[in-house]
């Protein structure tokens, strides 16, 4: 198995879509196609593209690794299932340190830079207000 990977439509073929993102089965994964083509409208897309790199790791860790309560962890299961991934990728996989206080957790980078961390935030936040829009619940 490999990682998330994304193509363009090659010229002359025909395609709602500009570019795919295929999942480590190399089968079309629509949620993170249809976040670039729903982002790309919005910003510029060197800024998508860098987005969707950022993203593309987090969905193979979440597909491989992710555990909430016994079980692997989707994209679209319950938001607290999801939340727990998404603080666990941050320790284990971007070294950072949580620190909670009254319902809120602060983030710590150690060893990556912040820049990355917080490039990782602003797409994971953006994918899902982008699922919401799109009403996508696979």
Same mark, same amino acid.
């Given at each position: 198995? @490999?990682?998330?990977? !994304?193509?363009?439509?090659?010229?002359?073929? *025909? @395609?709602?879509?500009? %570019? *795919?993102?295929?999942?480590?089965? +190399?089968?079309?994964? *629509?949620?993170?196609?249809?976040?670039?083509? /729903?982002?790309?409208?919005? *910003? #510029?897309? @060197? @800024?998508?593209? =860098?987005?969707? #790199?950022?993203?593309?790791?987090?969905?193979?860790?979440?597909? +491989?690794? &992710?555990?909430?309560?016994?079980?692997?962890? !989707?994209?679209? /299961?319950? &938001?607290?299932?999801?939340?727990?991934?998404?603080?666990?990728? %941050?320790?284990?996989?971007?070294?950072?340190?949580?620190?909670?206080? /009254?319902? !809120?957790?602060?983030?710590?980078?150690? &060893?990556?830079?912040? +820049?990355?961390?917080?490039?990782?935030? =602003? =797409?994971?936040?953006?994918?899902?207000?982008?699922? %919401?829009?799109?009403?996508?619940?696979?």
């Amino acid at each position: 198995m @490999s990682a998330y990977f !994304h193509v363009f439509c090659p010229e002359g073929v *025909i @395609s709602e879509y500009r %570019l *795919i993102v295929y999942d480590s089965k +190399k089968e079309p994964f *629509i949620p993170l196609t249809e976040y670039y083509h /729903d982002q790309v409208k919005r *910003i #510029n897309e @060197s @800024s998508v593209i =860098a987005y969707l #790199n950022t993203l593309k790791p987090f969905f193979y860790w979440l597909e +491989k690794k &992710s555990r909430y309560k016994g079980a692997i962890v !989707h994209w679209n /299961d319950e &938001s607290e299932g999801v939340k727990e991934a998404v603080r666990q990728y %941050l320790i284990q996989e971007m070294q950072c340190k949580i620190r909670g206080r /009254d319902k !809120h957790e602060g983030i710590y980078t150690t &060893s990556k830079s912040s +820049k990355t961390v917080h490039l990782f935030l =602003a =797409a994971i936040k953006g994918f899902y207000r982008s699922m %919401l829009r799109l009403k996508i619940t696979l």
